[in-house]
T-cell receptor, first 113, second 113 residues
Framework: DAMVIQNPRYQVTQFGKPVTLSCSQTLNHNVMYWYQQKSSQAPKLLFH???????NEADTPDNFQSRRPNTSFCFLDIRSPGLGDAAMYLCATRDRVKYNEQFFGPGTRLTVL | GNSVTQMEGPVTLSEEAFLTINCTYT??????LFWYVQYPGEGLQLLLKATKADDKGSNKGFEATYRKETTSFHLEKGSVQVSDSAVYFCALKLWDYGQNFVFGPGTRLSVLP
């Protein structure tokens, strides 16, 4: 089945130690999103790509970076994780032409020790 | 600005009870409206959607009708099951709002046997 895959599902890192979360999709969607979600609150958009065009939300900390080397893959890099960055990170995709809705991956739960 | 308001949870119901979760929105244009569901430890799944006024979205016994006159998109189900226990998010997307979605704060539903 076509889908959005996130690896790993659970990630533990140490305070200040860089970490990378990955997202891949077999849907061939041109838009990919990264969200941060804490305690079942509303997902907070960090950034999104429309094809290769990167769009950063104004309040996304500089500590968060992203890469999209091709249509299928997108990475979230947290350069120096703090305790406040512990959260669920959700990747989502969307085909701008065909679909109105987003398709979400299962998420990666990040723990910062 | 654009925003989504949902009834605060948690909502606790007995199995087979009737469910309503209220959602109202503020938008500068004519949005598409969505309900997403999030089960514990998982990503968001699209439950149903509506793209224009008076549209009714339905799926798995859940329904919601796009009411332009009251700017509402209330979620209903006639008989809930324990397996419906989850967090429900109402969201909107404006065609001229780039690629961004606006999510409500979420409503946690617990269904007791």
């Amino acid at each position: 089945d076509a889908m959005v895959i996130q690896n790993p599902r659970y990630q533990v890192t140490q305070f200040g130690k860089p970490v990378t979360l990955s997202c891949s999709q077999t849907l061939n969607h041109n838009v990919m999103y990264w969200y941060q979600q804490k305690s079942s609150q509303a997902p907070k958009l960090l950034f999104h790509y429309y094809d290769k065009d990167f769009n950063n939300e104004a309040d996304t900390p500089d500590n968060f970076q992203s890469r999209r080397p091709n249509t299928s893959f997108c990475f979230l890099d947290i350069r120096s994780p703090g305790l406040g960055d512990a959260a669920m990170y959700l990747c989502a995709t969307r085909d701008r032409v065909k679909y109105n809705e987003q398709f979400f991956g299962p998420g990666t739960r990040l723990t910062v020790l | 600005g654009n925003s989504v308001t949902q009834m605060e949870g948690p909502v606790t119901l007995s199995e087979e009870a009737f469910l309503t979760i209220n959602c109202t929105y503020t938008a500068t244009g004519y949005p598409s409206l969505f309900w997403y569901v999030q089960y514990p430890g998982e990503g968001l799944q699209l439950l149903l959607k509506a793209t224009k006024a008076d549209d009714k979205g339905s799926n798995k016994g859940f329904e919601a009708t796009y009411r332009k006159e009251t700017t509402s998109f209330h979620l209903e189900k006639g008989s809930v099951q324990v397996s419906d226990s989850a967090v429900y998010f109402c969201a909107l997307k404006l065609w001229d709002y780039g690629q961004n979605f606006v999510f409500g704060p979420g409503t946690r539903l617990s269904v007791l046997p």
